[in-house]
Each structure stands twice: as structure tokens, then as C-alpha cells.
């Protein structure tokens, strides 16, 4: 009986120790996490007396070239601030809401909800996503205050940069010829750029001796279609996004010159340009919604880089290894 009862308390001192060791490890991990925590929380520089924890410089700083970009983000929070977008810019509360949103996806994925995006953002894209959205509130704002502009001033504005846009010019209007080549049969699929190229060869102009290079290319057992084609603002969305492919060397040639073999879509083509004429600009009525946006980006950027010039940076953790350049 005394052996038995021995056996029955090693088995409980067994269990007791293991509560105890299960309680201790919890407790560490407890206290590692509040450590980490705190020293997350640690400032390490300010930015305009704006002070930046450990946690939010390691999230924008992984390399000296980051500065810049650590002091544009904190100039933009700034700014939010200032323009009441939020009333908190610590990285604090910045993880409040990563968590809330983490939360709030969850929930809506377990409840089979359509959401926008990842089911559960990491903690340097929500960062980005959210700093994103802002920003562009902050635009919103400027544009209808600071970078307010009249119509005529904005026309101005449109006249005096238009040639550095090229989405402002129409599309310049080509004529051009094009050879296409193809196997009768488009399930063969010997025939090769190459092989077109060694039938040119042989001929001195197949735009000018078509009939010579059509018996020839027959003769190989291939078919040839010879297209006369416009290329204008009438054809650009279908030449862009359709068409790319034959477009755009086309777009690149000079009057009479001929372009290499072109593989595309089961067939070769070699392609003559006949015409060329550059493309008008479009009018600023047309274009007024993207002007009005490209005025107020350049002027945003103007005031950020403005204000980054001006900025006053403070370390002051030593342990970071940053170099702060005079301004």
C-alpha cells in the first residue's frame, strides 16, 4: 500500500511542476512581449519635435537612402493632422487600427463578406495602404484650398507644359502597307520569321515587286495578303491595347522606310510606312480633368519638398547608424 501511494504523489508533484513550468513560461513570454513592446514604443528621433518610435524608424528606415522618406512621411502626417484627417499620427494608435482592421476583415471573411484587398494585411502594407489613402485626401483638400486655380490661369498652365506630356497629343495619323505572310493551313506551324526574311532577301523591294514576291512566297506553299492601313486618333485604342504589336514598330518608322519581320498573332508581317503626320494637341477642354490633377501634383509636390527642405531632424538614439546632412 505505501508503494502505491508513493507512485500517487510523484504523479501529482509531476503535475504541479508542470503547471508551474507551463505559468512561468507564459509569464516570460509575457514580459518579453511587454519589453518588446516598450521598446517599440522607445523614441528614437524627432521630426519637427514630431516624435518616432523605435518600431515606426524601423518600419520606414531600413538603409541611410531612407531618410528622406522616413522625414516625407512624417511631414505628410503632419499634415493630416493639421488638416484634421486624424487627430492622432503616433504609430501607437497606427497599430490600434492595424489590429481593428485585421479584426474587422476576419469577421467579415468568417461571415462569407465580399472584402477589398487581403484578408489580413501585414503591418508595413497596411502602413502604406492607410498613409495612401490619406494622402490622397490631402490632395483633395489642397486642391479645393491652397491650390484653388481659375480656368484661365490653369489654361495657361496647360500651354506652357503641354509638350512634356505626350498623353496631351493625339495620335500621330500613319499610312502604311503591310505584307502579311501565313501558312494555308494555320495549324503548321514550320514557318519562321527567319524563313520570311530569306525570301525577302531575294527580292530586291516586295513592296514594289509584289506580284514577283507573292508568286514566290505561293510557290512555298504560304499565302500573302498585301493591307492598306490608317493608323489615327480614330484607331489608337485599339492600336494600344489590341494591336500593340504591330503598332508600335510602326510608329517608329520614317517615311518609306520598312520594318523587320514581325511575328504576330499566327502570321509575319512586313510593314512600309507610306504617310506620316504628327498629331495635334488636344484641346484644353478635353484634357481638363487630368491638367487639373497634374497641377495639384506638382504643386503638392512642390510644398512636401519644400517643407522637407526645411524640416528639423533630431536622432537621438546612438545605437542608430544615421548621418543627418545639413540642409
Known amino acids: 500500500m505505501k508503494k502505491k501511494k508513493r507512485n500517487i504523489n510523484v504523479k501529482k508533484l509531476t503535475i504541479i511542476i508542470t503547471i508551474i513550468m507551463t505559468f512561468l513560461v507564459l509569464?516570460?513570454?509575457?514580459?518579453?512581449?511587454?519589453?518588446?513592446?516598450?521598446?517599440?514604443?522607445?523614441?528614437?528621433?524627432?521630426?519637427?519635435d514630431e516624435?518616432?518610435?523605435?518600431?515606426?524608424?524601423?518600419?520606414?528606415?531600413?538603409s541611410q537612402q531612407d531618410l528622406d522618406y522616413m522625414i516625407r512621411i512624417k511631414i505628410e502626417q503632419l499634415l493630416f493632422r493639421e488638416k484634421n484627417i486624424v487627430e492622432d499620427i503616433s504609430y501607437k494608435t497606427f497599430i490600434k487600427s492595424f489590429i481593428k482592421e485585421n479584426e474587422r476583415r476576419k469577421k467579415a471573411v468568417d461571415k462569407g463578406e465580399i472584402i477589398y484587398g487581403p484578408?489580413?494585411?501585414?503591418?508595413?502594407?497596411?502602413y502604406s495602404y492607410l498613409h495612401s489613402k490619406r494622402v490622397l485626401l490631402l490632395k483633395e483638400i489642397f486642391a479645393e484650398d491652397e491650390f484653388a486655380i481659375e480656368d484661365e490661369k490653369l489654361k495657361l498652365y496647360y500651354d506652357n507644359s503641354k509638350e512634356l506630356y505626350p498623353d496631351y497629343k493625339k495620335q500621330d495619323y500613319i499610312e502604311a502597307r503591310l505584307i502579311k505572310i501565313s501558312s494555308l493551313d494555320r495549324r503548321d506551324k514550320?514557318?519562321?520569321?527567319?524563313?520570311i526574311k530569306e525570301l525577302i532577301d531575294t527580292h530586291d523591294n516586295i513592296f514594289d515587286n509584289q506580284m514577283d514576291f507573292k508568286d514566290t512566297i505561293e510557290e512555298k506553299g504560304y499565302k500573302m495578303d498585301v493591307i492598306d492601313r490608317v493608323f489615327d486618333e480614330t484607331t489608337a485604342r485599339n492600336d494600344i491595347k489590341i494591336e500593340y504589336s504591330?503598332?508600335?514598330p510602326i510608329s517608329r518608322l520614317k517615311v518609306n522606310e520598312i520594318s523587320e519581320v514581325i511575328d504576330y498573332n499566327g502570321a509575319f508581317y512586313v510593314i512600309k510606312c507610306i504617310s506620316k503626320k504628327e498629331g495635334s494637341y488636344y484641346s484644353f477642354e478635353?484634357?481638363?480633368?487630368?491638367?487639373?490633377?497634374?497641377?495639384?501634383?506638382?504643386?503638392?509636390?512642390?510644398?512636401?519638398?519644400?517643407?522637407?527642405?526645411?524640416?528639423?531632424?533630431?536622432?537621438v538614439d546612438d545605437s542608430l547608424d544615421v548621418n543627418i546632412k545639413d540642409n
Open 119 to 126: 484578408k489580413q494585411f501585414q503591418e508595413d502594407d497596411y
Open 286 to 315: 478635353d484634357k481638363k480633368d487630368i491638367i487639373w490633377t497634374r497641377y495639384n501634383d506638382e504643386k503638392y509636390e512642390e510644398l512636401i519638398q519644400k517643407q522637407m527642405n526645411e524640416s528639423e531632424v533630431k536622432i
Open 27 to 48: 509569464y516570460i513570454v509575457i514580459i518579453a512581449k511587454d519589453k518588446v513592446d516598450d521598446d517599440g514604443d522607445k523614441t528614437v528621433a524627432y521630426i519637427n
Open 190 to 195: 514550320k514557318l519562321t520569321a527567319s524563313d
Open 51 to 62: 516624435p518616432i518610435s523605435l518600431r515606426e524608424f524601423k518600419q520606414c528606415f531600413s
Open 246 to 248: 504591330i503598332y508600335n
